[in-house]
Nanobody, 124 residues
């Protein structure tokens, strides 16, 4: 079992920055990959970024590449998403998720555990 809790969401103006955190508990954090997804009202959940168990491999959606950075601190059981140059279209509920198989990191169906989400709102 893995429990995930996100934090760091909020309201920010376009061009601003936010850093999301996801704290994990339960299974050994360094044994699985992690990802961030987001869901805007009326839209499907979409992939944002993912990171393998050690942090040596990262993956990004084209829409956030160059603006967002995913990282993890295995000693703190925490994953981060640094979001810079935010745009109104980044507005969504952001979810962190755990992928025990470290496979298919771009696909929500491949993830085994999910957090409750944190709201990010970017005003124009």
């Amino acid at each position: 079992q893995v429990q995930l809790v996100e934090s760091g969401g909020g309201l920010v103006q376009a061009g601003g920055s936010l850093r999301l955190s996801c704290v994990a508990s339960g299974r050994t954090f360094s044994s699985y990959a992690m990802g961030w997804f987001r869901q805007a009202p009326g839209k499907e959940r979409e992939f944002v970024a993912a990171i393998n168990w050690s942090g040596s491999r990262t993956y990004y959606a084209d829409s956030v590449k160059g603006r967002f950075t995913i990282s993890r601190d295995n000693a703190k059981n925490t994953m981060y998403l640094q979001m810079n140059s935010l745009k109104p279209e980044d507005t969504a509920v952001y979810y962190c998720a755990a992928n025990l198989a470290d496979y298919g990191l771009g696909y929500a169906l491949r993830y085994d555990y999910w957090g409750q989400g944190t709201q990010v709102t970017v005003s124009s």
